[in-house]
T-cell receptor, first 114, second 114 residues
Framework: NAGVTQTPKFQVLKTGQSMTLQCAQD?????MYWYRQDPGMGLRLIYY???????DKGEVPNGYNVSRLNKREFSLRLESAAPSQTSVYFC?????????????FGPGTRLTVL | AQSVTQLGSHVSVSEGALVLLRCNYS??????LFWYVQYPNQGLQLLLK??????LVKGINGFEAEFKKSETSFHLTKPSAHMSDAAEYFC????????????FGRGTSLIVHP
């Protein structure tokens, strides 16, 4: 099993450009998440999807959109990138049962917006 | 509501010394608690978890943590630090008192000196 995979690993954008970060999991998990990690800020939830066909905003959704394409794939789109979106982005997935939520993380995408 | 506090953004130890990383949680109902480790330029991986089966939990790489309800703590320890333990450590809580989405602490960077 590959677990959670993310593409690309690195990306440099100019302000105003758009891009889509891809995430896929092969563990048959129902829930998927997008986080950003910034120095001193820990992990901040951008969007999540509790099941195929549903998405919800997290703590910092502004400037992002998501698509839960199917059970395996969950993409994050930046429509008009800004320097404040320079960060490391992590996708995660989990099989949620009640309130138990052990997450599995991808390797991350390191994004720089100039 | 649920929250996590990790005391100390950086902890520095000598190789062979005791490692103690502190985590305090707030939850109105019995929680599930997790410690994740993030090695440089990698995603997070689960180190250990508390699911109410036992208060002393053993994880990978010689780490363990003890759930203390009276102190609302879940501190991470390792008797003897190794250079390879240098990483970022995150404590997380999920409970039915919040949404099922885990709440993460801001992380503690463990520095190991030779």
């Amino acid at each position: 099993n590959a677990g959670v995979t993310q593409t690309p690993k690195f990306q440099v954008l100019k302000t105003g450009q758009s891009m889509t970060l891809q995430c896929a999991q092969d563990m048959n998990h129902n829930s998927m998440y997008w986080y950003r990690q910034d120095p001193g800020m820990g992990l901040r939830l951008i969007y999540y999807s509790a099941s195929e066909g549903t998405t919800d905003k997290g703590e910092v959704p502004n400037g992002y959109n998501v698509s839960r394409l199917n059970k395996r794939e969950f993409s994050l789109r930046l429509e008009s990138a800004a320097p404040s979106q320079t960060s490391v982005y992590f996708c995660a997935s989990s099989w949620t049962s009640g309130s138990y939520n052990e997450q599995f993380f991808g390797p991350g995408t390191r994004l720089t917006v100039l | 509501a649920q929250s996590v506090t990790q005391l100390g953004s950086h902890v520095s130890v000598s190789e062979g010394a005791l490692v103690l990383l502190r985590c305090n949680y707030s939850s109105s109902v019995p929680p599930y608690l997790f410690w994740y480790v993030q090695y440089p330029n990698q995603g997070l991986q689960l180190l250990l978890k508390y699911t109410s089966a036992a208060t002393l939990v053993k994880g990978i790489n010689g780490f363990e943590a003890e759930f203390k309800k009276s102190e609302t703590s879940f501190h991470l320890t390792k008797p003897s630090a190794h250079m390879s333990d240098a990483a970022e450590y995150f404590c997380a809580v999920s409970s039915s008192g919040g949404s099922y989405i885990p709440t993460f602490g801001r992380g503690t960077s463990l520095i190991v000196h030779p």
